[in-house]
T-cell receptor
Framework: DTAVSQTPKYLVTQMGNDKSIKCEQN?????MYWYKQDSKKFLKIMFS???????INETVPNRFSPKSPDKAHLNLHINSLELGDSAVYFC?????????????FGPGTRLTVL | AQRVTQPEKLLSVFKGAPVELKCNYS??????LFWYVQYSRQRLQLLLR??SRESIKGFTADLNKGETSFHLKKPFAQEEDSAMYYC???????????FGTGTRLQVFP
């Protein structure tokens, strides 16, 4: 029973393409997140949703658009992919938006833009 | 802007040696500090949190408000401790955590 799952695990695509990464959590959590981990292993938050409402939107190009159809899903759509978008993208969830809540991470999606 | 500093990118020790992974942060207003760990080929997961004052897998972390530090310590490192460790204090004005740059711990046999 995977708590936080992401698909696909690997994504290789050409510059300029549009791609989506899906995330689902079966923990009944209210809050979900997208993080980007670059080649130096820096981990930065991109977005956070609480009960389908966007609550954190970091300085991310508007080519990145998150969508939360329900509180168990948070998808990430990326338009016009660029070389610098190559990274590992992690989805996470927590019981609530409170900072004290543990975040549960997905396995990551390794995106390679050629 | 808030900063989280993990000064060592890589820390290599031999099995049985003491380990200290350093973390300094720029905002001291909240005790909600965390250490997350990522073992090879596994997902990032919570190791311990300050508010619980717990010891997990032999690791402890002491909050020093004066120095704004939250260093992670273990008296005797094991090979299975080899992983990437992230310190994560909260942002002072939003709900987000700020992850440090990470320290890779390598424990040699």
């Amino acid at each position: 029973d995977t708590a936080v799952s992401q698909t696909p695990k690997y994504l290789v695509t050409q510059m300029g393409n549009d791609k989506s990464i899906k995330c689902e959590q079966n923990l009944g959590h209210d809050t979900m997140y997208w993080y980007k981990q670059d080649s130096k292993k820096f981990l930065k938050i991109m977005f956070s949703y609480n009960n389908k409402e966007l609550i954190i939107n970091e300085t991310v190009p508007n080519r990145f658009s998150p969508k939360s159809p329900d509180k168990a899903h948070l998808n990430l759509h990326i338009n016009s992919l660029e070389l610098g978008d190559s990274a590992v993208y992690f989805c996470a969830s927590s019981q609530s938006r409170a900072r004290r809540d543990e975040q549960f991470f997905g396995p990551g999606t390794r995106l390679t833009v050629l | 802007a808030q900063r989280v500093t993990q000064p060592e990118k890589l820390l290599s020790v031999f099995k049985g040696a003491p380990v200290e992974l350093k973390c300094n942060y720029s905002y001291s207003g909240s005790p909600e500090l965390f250490w997350y760990v990522q073992y090879s080929r596994q997902r990032l997961q919570l190791l311990l949190r300050h508010i619980s004052r717990e010891s997990i897998k032999g690791f402890t972390a002491d909050l020093n408000k004066g120095e704004t530090s939250f260093h992670l310590k273990k008296p005797f490192a094991q090979e299975e401790d080899s992983a990437m460790y992230y310190c994560a204090p909260p942002s002072y004005n939003t709900d987000k955590l700020i992850f440090g740059t990470g320290t890779r711990l390598q424990v040699f046999p």
